[in-house]
């Protein structure tokens, strides 16, 4: 009874793998792992504007994959692209890595931080954080707010920020636990938290895709997904210059 | 120097006009109202699915009323699809009567209300009502929760429920003041309105397409906008599948 | 169809003219604006000593200008001296700076912060936000907090210390809207918000009197005044050591 | 070394004697009672108008209790009018019985809930309740709402009515305690509170006025007054139609 | 490598063997569970003096387990009782069904609604969401308050009394998830689910002690516990009259 | 009628005696004060592993006093170890000078900031800020975080630390009063006030234990104690390993 959960990563370039990013899981859990990408939507998401493209992309990818068989599905960005569309348009579970992270980082200490790329993305966070109730848990957002380039053929300066901002939110905004910002970071979090323990804070590292994998597997051993009663299906209606899949079963 | 303010109606279906629902405001500023429809998108709003469908459609048309000298658009839709969105996309303003209406329902009373027609959207609503910060004024959203095509050609029907709905959230709820909960019921407010004070409770009854167009008006007279520190301009970057109109000034 | 909103200065002094502060209003709305002062109350307000002093004036004024055909009146205060009786007190709106200001200012960005004069003021402003139900979209106030005197003929001082505090405001505290503090700052907003706009923060600044007018305006446009059933009209008692006009209307 | 605590009931009629409520207290500590009216301001308080008319007098009083030696002042009103003026006119404690009758409530149960006799008042309670800080602890504010003529002469009723809201609040509301809303309530908590245990709801009752008193004799004995950080003198400064009292010490 | 989970009964009583709850959960994952009470404590937890007669005997049976290479202990009561202190005293993830089960709960809904026996328990978990962070989520804890004898050997009188509840919490507080709210309900969550769904109410119900164990293993399997720095491990000092084990490893 | 309080101090240790502490609280009122430790438990408290250690020690004696006729008991440290047990426990008023302390500090300032040794200790006293209902009053709580060895013998230094955080808390976290977060601070709550004063910041500053005494007192002579509906008595059952005394009344 090998169980499959699909990437949906919400952008349309030649993405990196993040199985990878994955890899060991499956020494745990009896899984299949795959990713899709979006056939129309933005190169990247880095602004509402970008999630909006992307959002009905991703309903799209999860009927598919509730079609294909799929166990649940996770939206592979921190913003959690189109989750409220995609819990209505199907049955199996739908995690963002945005909301799963946050209150499994919750749950570890008193107050987590999120450390991540981009200024204009933290009061997008912020936001998703009232909306998921774990606002009093958030002791802060944090930027590292270096151009994207500089950091894209350089793991060492990007661990460099992202340890500096995580420090300070430990010791600043009475954070306990670090939650990473951007399921973009990848093969970062080990590496963060053995500086972050290197430096005396030796605080939980949160890699928010294998996070939402593993609570996506806890729910669907437990026969949970979201509420139909908060998520109820979307009344057929027409639907004009978008041509999203029926969903079968 | 007239002003000119566009209403964009977030769906694809032969769309009532709404301009009748602005009758009168002319009487007091001098504005042009112009009313349009999505090319693509859901036949109408009644979902975070179909939320996702028309955002793409909203900011579209709102690039378009910047780039034909529009002074400032409203989203014809209590959800505010694509509001962030559009906010980034745009320089002049953008209101959606969900925020709109809730900020003013707030400054009329100690508490107010909403009354909607489906259920299904009082969690949108009140997930609103925490980002734009005025949930502690929110006393509740209450549905009327019957069959849109009950009340279709039966107004007395839909006036009935409307203020049955908001006694109880005017005797129960500790609400003072009721907001209309979809830019949908035309012609509705001073019937509703005139209804509570007949049953002595003279509550203000906020029409939202109304409120939205005089706080718009207001806001193009002193010269202010949304913070482009709060939604930047989105990065220039390859979208596949839409065609977004380019912003020209 | 001329409408009348008439600005109630709340305190004794031979007060500088506010109508300057709202030139050019009357290029977009048909309204004629004209201002009080107290026979009775403090020279100027600068705490709740200040405010209790004023607050009996306020509510005469507002009385008196119901009975003389006004259709809206303000309170030229940030402290909204007298905003609760005054609603009480008459049926035609009563709008607070401060209220308005910080309703206004939160639907412009994600967080805002008022700058202000004085350090003491401060959580009279905070306590205020509570009460309005926007503390969450509150990010900070801030005082400038030097001597009166020294800024009195010293415009380019008092820019210098706004444009400080704003900056503090928008990168340390999450602003990203300005809400000038002071009803008093006269002709200072467009100043401070091209100042703003130099330091490469462009965040809209609101001017609090010329808010509250607009807002005032919108009200009379849509018929709306506050809530009867959260402001109810006082019972008629016998007061001693005050002469309060009727109410003739 | 007889502690003197002053009442400030702050309204004009001939007031009942409020000491008779406070007997027996002094067979606890060593204080002195004495009770003050106001020479100008409403007859009774029950709007935010009656507060506004009443603030100036009870300012003037409490620094007449100063000048006088007396040891702390309280409120004899619900609405604690004047309470943040005063605290800046004065250096001994000044008490509002709705403060501290709620903090002390909120000590003894999991929430607590307020009984009052007037619909509204409790806007204005609830509104104190964010002032404080005790909002979380609030379960409600319940009024009898019958006209006071009705109860003037009928104790009996006051109290069938009291206990009626009481037993709503501690059944459908939560509270675990029950703090009195008016102190004009004159000898009633412990009848309420036999009423309650007879209910078998054995509830605390407080009685707002004994409770301050209690309280102020604590701030006397520990050598503490209210924060002059947060409630600093006012400035001295030309008042025009008011007498206020000079602060002799 | 198969991990080790252990259940922490808090209380002395000849305990039903959890076991059996977690039967079905190793065809998902591999894992050995085991059980042990308490030699000192209550005989069931029921109140806050009950939770600080179990505390101690938690926080042994934590240590003992990290000493015998467990990889992760469940305090089995939805009190928590002695969480803190155990997660201080052990570097193993420690997890309390109510802190998990609240966390999981708000995840799958807009909000949740905890329905447990005991009228008593309903604030210390209204607490406990607070200290969680989740409070904004939780629709309501409802008791079904009737004696335990009563439902002892009646499971079709206690399915009957959840339902109820339950379909009050989904129909009028809003909830859209049901989380049971005591690990000694046996057998109950699918038939519980089962009857919502027959009444037109199909919401996930969660069977609290199955949901921590999910979430222990997804952690075990992340590498992840919590944080030292929000429970450092406790000063080493004298101790009289307990015999607390020493930590090993 | 000499009314007798007793403090339990919740640890072991030859301890220090606290009725120095108190002294000259019997020149404001009649009464008894004497002090016990415990037989069981930690040598001090800092940790929620030392709480859950002291908790039965500090029910046994709190039931205890009850039966020698004690009027009020409080629990001799900040982290009001036991609180809610005992309440449940006995009927007498059972006082936590963390509960106490928090509420009157925040009815003498707009906010205030608690000051105390260890940094691990501060998550556990904002924790019970929520619970108690103040988090909105409490500005921050700020440890002086030096060895307890480095101020044991040295007072100086003990004041010159706290003066420092203190003045921190009155000027960057806008505290308008301290609080003492350490039942252990002997005889320093004045000269930590008089440094405060002649820094400039004359905040009141709270004495946790004689605060407590003040409302201890209070409560004893208003006839009040904690609600039982909201600590019920515990169910009696059979309990192995603690001998917990009986309540005799």
Known sequence: M??????????????????????????????????VGLDTGPASI?????????????????????????????????????LDAAREAVSIPVLGPGETGMHMAAMLGHKFSVVTILDRVCPILENHAKIYGVQDKLASVRPIDIAVNDIAHNETLLIEKLTEQS????????????????????????????????????????????TAVMTAFGLISLGLTQSSIAWPPPSPKAIKGFTIPKLVS
């Open 2 to 35: 090998t169980k499959k959960i699909r990437i949906i990563t919400p952008h349309t370039t030649p993405r990196p793998t993040k199985l990878d990013e994955l890899a060991g899981l499956d020494n745990f859990i009896d899984v299949t792992f795959s990713q």
């Open 167 to 210: 420090l300070l939110a430990l010791t600043q905004d009475k954070a306990s636990v670090i939650l990473l910002g951007c399921t973009g970071f990848l093969g970062i979090s080990e590496k963060l938290s053995a500086a972050l323990q290197d430096a005396g804070y030796p605080a939980p590292v949160l890699n928010p895709l294998r």
């Open 46 to 82: 880095e602004s509402a504007f970008d999630d909006a493209l992307s959002a009905v992309g991703v309903v799209s990818r999860a009927i598919e994959a509730q079609n294909e068989g799929i166990d649940a599905v996770i939206i592979d960005c921190m913003g959690d692209p189109g």
